[in-house]
């Protein structure tokens, strides 16, 4: 069975940094792209980043390009979102998703369909 974990959200000001993890478990890690989705209130939710594993390549939304990075640990099986210079317009569910990898090159997968696994969700919480 499939099972993404999130872990690591909270309530921080803004300027802060937050360290969100995702532990996976019940598939070939290194086959497989994890995603990084964010969802604020009212707001559809919106691809953040992502890392191929195979390749090791990383790819991030322009809105988080340069205060967010995405890596992994492969011994752990866990993917990290480090995430510095938090804004109150980063508050939202922040979920981690799944989905074997395939030859996406530069367009990396930023729609929630493209994905066939997720986690729960951990809330982010930036207050100005």
């Known amino acids: 069975e499939v099972q993404l974990v999130e872990s690591g959200g909270g309530l921080v000001q803004a300027g802060g940094s937050l360290r969100l993890s995702c532990a996976a478990s019940g598939f070939t890690f290194d086959d497989y792209v994890i995603g990084w989705f964010r969802q604020a209130p009212g707001k559809e939710r919106e691809g953040v980043s992502c890392i191929s594993r195979i390749d090791g390549n990383t790819y991030y939304a322009d809105s988080v390009k340069g205060r967010f990075t995405i890596s992994s640990d492969n011994a752990k099986n866990t993917v990290y979102l480090q995430m510095n210079s938090l804004k109150a317009e980063d508050t939202a569910v922040y979920y981690c998703?799944?989905?074997?990898?395939?030859?996406?090159?530069?367009?990396?997968?930023?729609?929630?369909?493209?994905?066939?696994?997720w986690g729960q969700g951990t809330q982010v919480t930036v207050s100005s």
């Open positions: 998703a799944g989905r074997r990898w395939f030859p996406f090159g530069s367009s990396w997968p930023r729609e929630p369909f493209e994905y066939d696994y």
